[in-house]
């Protein structure tokens, strides 16, 4: 027997890491679990001749600095800011680590001379190669399979690597749908093989669908357990040397699951009307009984009859009606692993014994979760990429069972589920065929991959009618230990919020737009993309590969920089020996910075209670939405101190460029109003450096200069910066070591966003273009960047011309003081050259309840601004569908606001109206439109004698033509009844 002991790593569950009890755990597995509260501000040792610091058991002596006793008078928040909040930046506190011993067990007395025990008592074979001519058809690869089983008859499992330096084969990846990947161990090597497996049962066993029996209620408990068993099987940790008893519940969901299955089954046993249809799964032959094949999986259905719900924030047909009554929902799925590629076959199966043709499969992020191990074979419903106003449209009622407890009561209309779907068509995977590796997760990373997973998809759904559409990516992100997690967390609840899962809350409200808000919302990247936590170190450029955490290697053919960052105060701030900021210095770059900011805000408002004092510099919107964060979760006015910088004149071409993110105008009102509660401001100053303690790395005073260069110094106990600025220090270093052109702290790209390295491209607000562009190419739609993106690399067709000018327009969002929410959607300047700077547009304006509205107009009246500041928290993504049109295509919005006809833009944008612009067929129109009037056009403007209003006449006629063809042809997409000439024809005939 041979033993051989191992080490696994496992990420943690969700509930161990931002929520409040998995703070207390934090907290008490430190050692300073036990640091006294001191509410009076004043150290025990503040009178003494010199200072012991627990931080190190360093001495310090206080006649050698002025701010020792600054350090000591709140000492103890510092070492929770170091010990425990600190630990969420590294990457131990995202895994777990886990003891294993694997035991390779043979009889050694009857071996002969020479020979392998291990070998022998091995049950498994290798397919090393699978090699087929272009015009082989792939699908007869599995008689291949049926055959290499036959030779080796002794023998249960098949594996198969796929070595990740090259390209795998056609006939592998067709072989490759009867294997399943095989997790890697942790190791010192890189670049590891990959590996897959099956079992001869997969391949040779038949599947079968069995009905409910008294006696198959044990199987189906046994097997639910499992869940649980597993679960709590991977919580165990032995990376501690001590013990602890946590407060957070792991394994909440699975104990709700399996009393949930209990209940069904009781239900279906004994009320034979239930809802419910309950199978198990086995494998065997399918012309014996249940109970002579082997139970390998379960699943539980039930009728679904909300899908008219989803078509809001879905992109789903509208002609499926034949489906209405034989649409079902899975409750749960559970199946042995190695049978996955048979999810066609079981679906298929299903049908016949329920006569349900389409299965749907619901995720809520803040709902108890079911598993569904088939999900990943099912097909994933892309949600809408445009939002529309639902214009006071009613959800369904949903009727849940009275005798279910526990069972997820989903609200399809609003909530944020991820759905799968599976409509009984082949599966077909859809991806590149590179290796692609992504440095970052900005909102750009988010919206590329969305375009990544769904390349398959498009506006007709000729792929998603024809098969079930699969993603298989070659896709890897590294990303900064905590970003990734952080930002699909969805245990967190807000202490402080009267409502504690409120969106509005600045620990839910996201600021980007709703294509990239859905990536974390509408779906889980994790399951097809590979997330690498670690620092970037160094990109060697000849080899290909990126060096992570200063010993693991990433092979690529494709390197994607997409880790710009929206604030950065100095490119020269001093960093300690782990190249880290001082700990009571914020930058909200990501959702991450906002868990250590607020529960670095708790720590001050329960350890300092009357002398705390928050310093925060900055004057872009962003800024007004953290400031609405401290006055609405405890903090007092008079303790936050504002200092707005000066701002230095820009380039000629960025004073052009149209930013969503800042708004001057506001913030005059918005200083006047923080005013008045006794906040203070000092306006025009810049940031020189600041103090910290001899012996730790904290700020403990911030010295800021005015244009005079007289000194304002301020002590601080947390200092938060919101100045503008898109490249991290560490990530210029990297990128300087690595021979990437920069200038002016900007990476260097061309047109096709290539850096000086073609393989590399560059994406976010951190590129500056190497040759002169007319057009805005900063501050614009992610979703647009992703798209040309696509087409550049050759990842995706276009479905419109492409063209390199921006098209659509940018949007931000934010929560501001005094319970207002402002959206900002602006139009990237498509022609630079033609724009004057300091130029004043027409700006138009209303206010009416408590809302302001503001419309920016440009020289040839598109609309290229809307500005909305209102007390009313309901989503305003709906406007993009307006920003870029011409203000005569909103019903004359000029001449209406002169005559004073319109009291408010926002409900002026919210009529019947507007229902027809946000159709997913009206861009579709325009440039039909288009095609038919330009040549018109030109041919009367080559007569010399051709009247004007002659053109506007046949213009008129034309455009009117086909808008009622529009309207006609989508009349039953719309809320509102649009009337048409043959109503009044048939009204008057009746």
């Not at 569950?13 to 501000?41: C, H, K, Q, W, Y």
């Not at 010192?188 to 079992?199: A, F, P, Q, R």
């Not at 949600?383 to 609200?411: A, W």
């Not at 500041?869 to 993504?877: A, F, G, Q």
Request: net charge neutral; charged share 25%; hydrophobic share 35%.
């Amino acid at each position: 027997m041979a033993l051989r002991s191992s080490t696994s790593v496992e990420p943690k569950p969700e509930a161990t890491l931002f929520t409040a009890d998995a703070m207390d755990d934090l907290e008490s597995s430190t050692i300073i679990g036990g640091v006294p509260r001191n509410d009076s501000g004043t150290s025990v040792a503040s009178a003494s001749m010199f200072k012991v610091s627990s931080i190190h058991g360093q001495i310090v002596y206080s006649n050698n600095s002025e701010t020792l006793n600054k350090f000591c008078l709140a000492e103890a928040i510092y070492l929770k800011f170091m010990y425990i909040f600190e630990k969420i930046m590294t990457i131990k506190y995202y895994i777990s680590q886990h003891k294993k011993t694997i035991n390779l067990c043979y009889n050694k007395e009857n071996l002969q001379k020479n020979e392998d025990g291990v070998q022998k008592a091995s049950n498994v074979f290798a397919v090393k190669f699978i090699c087929a001519h272009k015009d082989f058809p792939l699908e007869r690869l599995f008689n291949f399979l049926c055959a290499m089983f036959s030779v080796f008859p002794d023998r249960d499992y098949c594996i198969m690597a796929i070595p990740t330096s090259t390209k795998p084969l056609r006939s592998h990846l067709e072989a490759l749908k009867y294997f399943m990947p095989v997790a890697q161990r942790p190791s010192e090597m890189s670049n590891l093989d990959e590996v897959y497996i099956t079992h001869r049962s997969t391949i040779f066993g038949e599947i079968s669908l069995y009905r409910l029996e008294r006696e198959d209620v044990e199987t189906v408990q046994r097997l639910a357990m499992d869940l649980k068993i597993d679960f709590e099987s991977k919580s165990i940790s032995y990376s501690s040397s001590f013990s602890y008893s946590s407060k957070v519940n792991t394994h909440v969901h699975t104990d709700n699951e399996v009393r949930v299955i209990e209940q069904i089954m009781e239900d279906v046993l004994e009320n034979p009307h239930s809802e419910f249809d309950v199978f198990t799964i086995r494998c065997g032959n399918s012309s014996k009984p249940a109970h002579d094949n082997t139970p390998i999986g379960f699943v539980i259905v039930r009728r679904f009859l909300y899908h008219r719900d989803l078509l809001l924030h879905y992109h789903l047909p509208k002609d499926d009606h034949h489906l209405d009554h034989e649409r079902a929902e899975i409750i749960t799925l559970k199946l042995h692993p190695l049978f996955n590629n048979s999810c066609d076959l079981i679906f298929r199966s299903l049908a016949g014994r329920t006569n349900y043709f389409d299965y749907y499969f619901f995720c809520g992020r803040k709902a108890n979760i079911f598993s569904n191990d088939l999900k990943t074979l099912m097909m994933l419903v892309e949600p809408r990429p445009r939002k529309k106003n639902v214009f006071n449209t009613l959800p369904s009622i949903i009727k849940s069972p009275k005798t279910i407890v526990g069972l997820p009561s989903y609200n399809y209309f609003n909530d944020h589920l991820t759905v799968f779907r599976h409509k009984l068509n082949p599966s077909k995977f859809f991806g590149n065929s590179n290796r692609l590796v992504i440095i970052g997760f900005s909102s750009e990373c988010r919206a590329f991959l969305r375009q990544l997973l769904f390349v398959w998809n498009s506006k007709n759904h000729k792929n998603s009618k024809t098969y079930t559409c699969l993603p298989r990516l070659q896709v890897t992100v590294i990303a900064e230990p905590g970003i990734v997690e952080a930002e699909y967390e969805c245990t967190f609840i807000c202490p402080e919020c009267a409502n504690s899962r409120s969106k509005s809350c600045f620990m839910y409200y996201e600021n980007s737009s709703c294509y990239v808000r859905d990536v974390i919302a509408r779906m889980d990247l994790r399951y097809w993309v590979q997330f690498i936590t670690g620092h970037v170190n160094y990109i060697d450029r000849e080899k290909k590969l990126v060096r992570i955490n200063k010993a693991c290697d990433v092979v690529y053919d494709t390197l994607m920089l997409m880790n710009s960052v929206n604030f950065n105060l100095k490119d020269t701030l001093p960093f300690d020996e782990q190249e880290r900021r001082p700990y009571n210095f914020i930058q909200l770059n990501h959702r991450l910075d906002r868990f250590i900011m607020f529960y670095k805000v708790r720590v001050l408002l329960e350890e300092l209670k009357r002398s705390y004092r928050i310093v925060i510099f900055g004057s872009n919107l962003s800024t007004y939405e953290f400031i609405d964060f401290l006055l609405t979760h405890g903090v007092d006015p008079t303790h936050v101190i504002l200092v707005q910088p000066r701002e230095v004149t820009p380039s000629e071409e960025e004073q052009k460029y149209k930013n969503p993110m800042d708004d001057t105008n506001i913030g005059y009102v918005l200083d006047d109003m923080l005013s008045d509660i006794d906040l203070t401001i000092y306006r025009d100053f810049t940031f020189s450096h600041w103090v910290q303690h001899a012996a730790s790395n904290f700020i403990l005073e911030v010295v800021f200069t005015d244009c005079y260069k007289n000194a304002l110094r301020l002590d601080c106990d947390i200092f938060v910066s919101f100045r503008v600025g898109y490249m991290d220090p560490i990530v210029k270093k990297c990128l300087i070591d690595s021979d990437i052109q920069l200038r002016n702290n900007k990476i260097l790209v061309n047109k096709k966003f290539q850096t000086n390295d073609p393989d590399i491209y560059a994406v976010g607000n951190f590129i500056q273009f190497n040759e002169p562009v007319n057009h805005q190419y900063r501050f614009t739609s992610e979703m647009e960047t992703a798209q040309k993106l696509m087409h550049i690399m050759g990842l995706r067709e276009s479905e419109k011309p492409y063209e390199e000018k921006y098209m659509y327009p940018a949007f931000f969002r934010a929560t501001l003081p005094m319970d207002y929410y402002i959206t900002k959607v602006t139009m990237p300047c498509r022609y630079l050259s033609s724009c004057v700077v300091n130029c004043m547009n027409c700006s138009l304006t209303t206010y009416y309840h408590n809302t302001f509205c503001r419309i920016g107009l440009s020289q040839k009246m598109i609309v290229d601004e809307i500005v909305v500041v209102t007390k009313r928290s309901s989503s305003l993504d709906y406007l993009e569908h307006f920003c870029g049109k011409h203000e005569s295509m909103l019903n004359n919005l000029k001449a209406h606001h002169k005559n004073g006809d319109i009291k408010c833009f926002l409900k002026f944008l919210q009529e019947p109206w507007t229902e027809l612009l946000m159709h997913e067929d009206f861009e579709d129109l325009q440039q039909q439109n288009r095609k038919i009037l330009m040549p018109m056009i030109k041919n009367l403007q080559n007569l010399k004698d051709s009247p004007e209003q002659h053109l506007h006449d046949v213009n008129k006629h034309f455009l009117e033509q086909n808008l009622l063809d529009f309207v006609r042809e989508n009349r039953k997409d719309f809320k509102h009844e649009f009337a048409l000439p043959e109503d009044y024809v048939e009204e008057n005939f009746g």
